[in-house]
DNA sequence: ATCTGGCCCTGAGTGC
DNA sequence: TGCACTCAGGGCCAGA
């Protein structure tokens, strides 16, 4: 589900409610999401105070006072909720999606403060885990995870080394998170557009400056993303309950048999399978 | 070493 | 209305 600017987007709704703050219950309503949760799970969060609220890549990771680290990955439909007293909100700038169905609520958490945390998760296709924050680099999560795309690696030339040699095609590479770490199936679709570059392009043979506009839209598609909330598609909403709005802008994604937005281009977007996974694009301008 | 395909899970949408 | 089938934002794993 939830791609960089979509995390990035919960992360900005739930560290008011936890950075800071001690957790006073935490329960779950299962064993499992699509791991088992470690050993004594409620237990080692209960009584830790949450230092501050990261993200790498597509994970959340809260720092806590213990010396371990709560870290969530949302998979493809994973939610956080606030409720409670002093509820997180934004005056006028969203409308709410329909509430999680309570039967996929698999874990809540009970702040200090008295606010409700609780994860959703129709899929279960996300995870939860504590790990000592000192091992978290070397940890198998992150050990091998690219650069993020928003830090200062990202340029062509970066792109050039990582492609080099490369047979696969460029949309495989970009959902490589050991290339780039926070890109899925949407952003991928919509920077290879806005950088006129064919997804079924080979990743090693794409020209370098073809690969410094890639740079630049990967950057630029996240950022307007962002701004607006990021993508809401089915499941996902902010920790506020907000839908993004950047599913109104897709140029491509989700678009087959539309016309190609790009002025002047008579094509017509088209959709087809890579590695299990759709791409949609222009064939007439990403070449 | 790289790469593809299957799989985890549930629900929504489509076509008959 | 019901049934069968396809598809969905991720990523791990086995096998080629």
Redesign the pocket.
């Known amino acids: 589900?939830?791609?960089l600017p979509?995390v990035e987007t919960v992360r900005l709704g739930l560290a008011p409610a936890l950075e800071g703050q001690r957790l006073a219950r935490v329960e779950l309503a299962r064993a499992d999401l699509?791991f088992p949760f470690p050993p004594h799970f409620a237990e080692r969060l209960t009584g830790a105070r949450v230092l501050s609220l990261t993200r790498r890549?597509?994970?959340l990771l809260a720092p806590l006072d213990t010396g371990e680290t709560w870290v969530a990955?949302l998979?493809?439909?994973g939610r956080f909720s606030v409720e409670g007293a002093g509820r997180i909100s934004r005056p006028g700038d969203f409308y709410y999606a329909a509430p999680p169905?309570p039967?996929?609520t698999h874990v809540r958490l009970w702040t200090e403060g008295g606010l409700a945390i609780s994860y959703n998760d129709?899929?279960?296709?996300g995870y939860m885990d504590v790990i000592p924050t000192a091992e978290l680099a070397a940890h198998?999560?992150f050990k091998d995870l690219g650069p993020e795309p928003l830090g200062t690696e990202l340029t062509g030339a970066y792109l050039a080394k990582a492609f080099a040699?490369?047979?696969?095609?460029v949309k495989?590479?970009l959902?490589?998170?050991r290339i780039l770490a926070g890109?899925?199936?949407?952003y991928v679709c919509e920077a290879l557009f806005r950088a006129r570059i064919s997804p079924l392009a080979a990743?090693g043979s794409v020209p370098a400056g073809k690969l410094a506009a890639l740079a630049r839209a990967i950057r630029e598609v996240l950022e307007q993303s962002l701004a607006v909330g990021?993508?809401?598609?089915?499941?996902?909403a902010g920790a506020d309950g907000a839908q993004?709005a950047f599913q109104n802008a897709f140029s491509v994604y989700?678009r087959a048999g539309a016309p190609c937005p790009r002025p002047r281009c008579v094509g017509v977007v088209a959709?087809r399978?890579?590695?299990?996974?759709?791409s949609f694009f222009c064939p007439k301008c990403q070449g």
């Open positions: 589900m939830p791609e979509e699509r890549a597509k994970y990955h998979g493809m439909t169905d039967k996929h129709v899929r279960r296709f198998p999560y040699g490369r047979v696969s095609s495989a590479a959902l490589d998170q890109l899925g199936n949407i990743a990021g993508s809401s598609l089915r499941d996902y993004g989700d959709r399978v890579q590695s299990g996974r759709s």
